[in-house]
């Protein structure tokens, strides 16, 4: 695996990971502060299981990143939501 990073402080180069601790601090940390060390570990470990299974992502058409990346047997409706996705069209629910 090469090393993507092509410069000295580029700012694509780690805004992928920008965007998730960005999305985690908003949607989990600020909207229910941990009160102990045991919550600030758990409650993150929480919410990316739920931002990777529950929370339906634009950038996929709508789906979540276990649709895209670990597909369940082929069915007609995952078979449509796929051809709808690789269009650039979104699904909704």
């Known amino acids: 695996m090469a090393i993507s990073m092509d410069g000295k402080g580029r700012v694509t180069d780690n805004i992928f990971i920008e965007r998730l601790w960005r999305t985690l601090k908003y949607e989990c940390i ?7 060390g045991t919550d600030l570990k758990e409650g993150p470990r929480q919410y990316i299981n ?12 709508g789906l979540t990143p276990d649709e895209v990346y670990y597909p369940p047997q ?10 709808l996705v690789s269009m650039g069209l979104r699904w909704s629910r």
């Open 30 to 36: 600020y909207v229910s502060p941990p009160a102990s």
């Open 74 to 83: 082929l069915s007609t409706s995952y078979a449509e939501k796929l051809c």
């Open 50 to 61: 739920f931002y990777n299974s529950e929370r339906p992502h634009n950038g996929v058409g």
